[in-house]
């Protein structure tokens, strides 16, 4: 990412593609300003986070004047790397990751899934999506023939840390688990665990014991 110097909170930094997301409607819209109140609404994300958020890169507005759309456009495309096309590996062509290979983040053009990988002998061979798919013994070969670096898991838990150990000395360095395995990985390598199981509970929990904290 662009900026690298800049040390921000990591939650500011995950808030960082929902405002570029929202930035780029109101370009496409032809809006030329928007103010932080009004991203406020978009994003629901309240202000005085968002102008703090914001105050990590310096002057990116204008007291009274609020902030020039072009130039956050531009300022997010260059601190998101949208110029630069990360390659994405797709390990494991289940239900979940079919449905990431029909979906190919084909809004996020920076963003590609370039490979997958299966052991099944009805997937392997064949494409889905365009996107070809390889069997796991070629694994690290294929992702060092296309310089990949980020990797999808959406493998059974009990296959995702061998999995892990074979694609961390490869060109990778960045991993999106999708598995309930928490995975040991060296410290060069970033990992985001998405546990959909544990955000459904983690929403129910909240439905239940917070229901006046609901969103409108």
Do not use: C
């Amino acid at each position: 990412m662009a900026n690298e110097t800049i040390k921000i909170p990591q939650a500011t930094a995950k808030r960082l593609p929902l405002y570029y997301r929202f930035i780029k409607n109101l370009h496409a819209s032809g809006k030329t300003r928007v103010s932080s109140a009004e991203l406020s609404d978009a994003v629901k994300v309240d202000s005085a986070t968002i102008r703090r958020d914001f105050s990590y890169f310096g002057a990116l507005g204008k007291k009274g004047y609020g902030y020039n759309v072009n130039y956050l456009l531009s300022f997010f495309r260059k601190t998101l790397a949208q110029d630069e096309l990360t390659k994405v590996a797709l390990i494991g062509v289940g239900n979940l990751g079919t449905a990431f290979l029909n979906y190919n983040f084909l809004k996020n053009n920076n963003t590609k899934i370039e490979v997958a990988f299966d052991v099944s002998p009805t997937k392997v061979g064949t494409t889905i999506g365009d996107v070809p798919i390889y069997h796991m013994d070629a694994l690290e070969k294929i992702i060092a023939e296309h310089q990949i670096e980020v990797a999808i898991l959406t493998v059974p838990a009990l296959a995702a840390q061998p999995i892990v150990d074979r694609i961390v000395q490869s060109t990778i360095n960045g991993i999106l688990n999708f598995t309930p395995a928490r995975l040991s990985v060296p410290p060069t390598i970033r990992i985001h665990h998405i546990d959909l199981a544990i955000e459904l509970q983690s929403l129910i929990y909240f439905l239940k014991h917070y229901p006046s904290e609901k969103e409108n």
